[in-house]
């Protein structure tokens, strides 16, 4: 599966995003889709996932009640939207799909990945 992700820009901290990734080449719905986000000092990150249906997610702590996970498998669409935005939030951000069932907070989960969409979060 390609994917694509968009959204990302400049803002101000408090405010929000919403990250796009668009899927292509296979069928959406087989994967459990996860974003992830990377700075140059730090390894890429988990941040959020999402089951096939969309019935369950998972946040990592510190986006927890700010970011909402979900997806459109009509349009093959996952989303991101994010709220009070902090600075350390700053990031770029990946999506990527995992074939096998369960969730997984390691990048070795996931099979295929988006080329990532710039956030930065200024004071």
């Known amino acids: 599966v390609q994917l694509q992700a968009s959204g990302g820009g400049l803002v101000q901290a408090g405010a929000s995003l919403r990250l796009s990734c668009a899927a292509s080449?296979?069928?959406?719905?087989?994967?459990?889709m996860g974003w992830f986000r990377q700075t140059p000092a730090k390894e890429r990150e988990f941040v959020s996932a999402?089951?096939?249906?969309?019935?369950?997610?998972l946040y990592k702590d510190s986006v927890k009640g700010r970011f909402t996970i979900s997806r459109d498998n009509a349009r093959n669409t996952l989303y991101l939207q994010m709220n009070s935005l902090k600075p350390e939030d700053a990031a770029v951000y990946y999506c990527?799909?995992?074939?096998?069932?369960?969730?997984?907070?390691?990048?070795?989960?996931?099979?295929?990945w988006g080329q990532g969409t710039l956030v930065t979060v200024s004071n």
């Open positions: 990527a799909a995992r074939r096998a069932s369960g969730f997984s907070q390691d990048t070795q989960g996931y099979d295929y």
């Open positions: 080449g296979r069928t959406f719905s087989n994967y459990i």
């Open positions: 999402i089951t096939w249906n969309g019935v369950s997610t």
